[in-house]
Antibody, heavy 118, light 107 residues
Framework: EVQLVESGGGLVQPGGSLRLSCTAS????????MNWVRQAPGKGLDWVSY????????YYADSVKGRFTISRDNTKNSLYLQMNSLRAEDTALYYC???????????WGQGTLVTVSS | DIQMTQSPSSLSASVGDRVTITCRAS??????LNWYQQKPGQAPKLLIY???SLESGVPSRFSGSGSGTDFTLTISSLQPEDFATYYC?????????FGQGTKVEIK
């Protein structure tokens, strides 16, 4: 079964840091591009970042560029998101999602909740 | 970034109704348009990719069409399990963007 499991979320103060992880199973991780997508409570979906299968190409949403860093370890079937200088508006459920084709996202993990609050 | 605008933001419909959701891009995205379904407390699920290609396992009552800037998702006969929020997403630009969502509720 293709599966993505996120971890690392929690409560952090404004200006703080957090590192999210996403562990993949059930597919050949190193041939797929990956993404982070977030969803603020009660709100819509917001793409955060993309990384190519080799890790050589990376993109960020303007709202997180310079603060967040996406990375992957293909030997561990894992995707990461290092989040620094966190703001209240970064509060959201963070999903990792595979890109199977055509820039789509499938599947998605169950998400890990990040809450930025003092 | 490319802005994606869905309409309506919400709709009420009955089981068996034909439902159409529209998604408009702020610039041409050719056919780089995907649709997702999200039920409360669940992660989104890919329904349609590349405007009109049905994802494996998705019922044939779902269909997509369009090109350029205007796209539609159609549910030919609404079923109880289809009550959910639907999102469009463009993959033309490296900066992916989503529509704001359309909530389909029971009438």
């Amino acid at each position: 079964e293709v599966q993505l499991v996120e971890s690392g979320g929690g409560l952090v103060q404004p200006g703080g840091s957090l590192r999210l992880s996403c562990t993949a199973s059930g597919f050949t991780f190193n041939i797929y591009d990956m993404n982070w997508v977030r969803q603020a409570p009660g709100k819509g979906l917001d793409w955060v970042s993309y990384i190519s299968s080799s890790g050589s190409t990376i993109y960020y949403a303007d709202s997180v560029k310079g603060r967040f860093t996406i990375s992957r370890d293909n030997t561990k079937n894992s995707l990461y998101l290092q989040m620094n200088s966190l703001r209240a508006e970064d509060t959201a459920l963070y999903y990792c999602a595979r890109t199977p084709y055509s820039g789509s996202f499938d599947p998605w993990g169950q998400g890990t909740l990040v809450t930025v609050s003092s | 970034d490319i802005q994606m605008t869905q309409s309506p933001s919400s709709l009420s419909a009955s089981v068996g109704d034909r439902v159409t959701i529209t998604c408009r891009a702020s610039q041409t995205i050719t056919t780089y348009l995907n649709w997702y379904q999200q039920k409360p407390g669940q992660a989104p699920k890919l329904l349609i990719y590349s405007t009109s290609s049905l994802e494996s396992g998705v019922p044939s009552r779902f269909s997509g069409s369009g090109s350029g800037t205007d796209f539609t998702l159609t549910i030919s006969s609404l079923q109880p399990e289809d009550f959910a929020t639907y999102y469009c997403q463009q993959s033309y630009s490296n900066h992916r963007t989503f529509g704001q969502g359309t909530k389909v509720e029971i009438k």
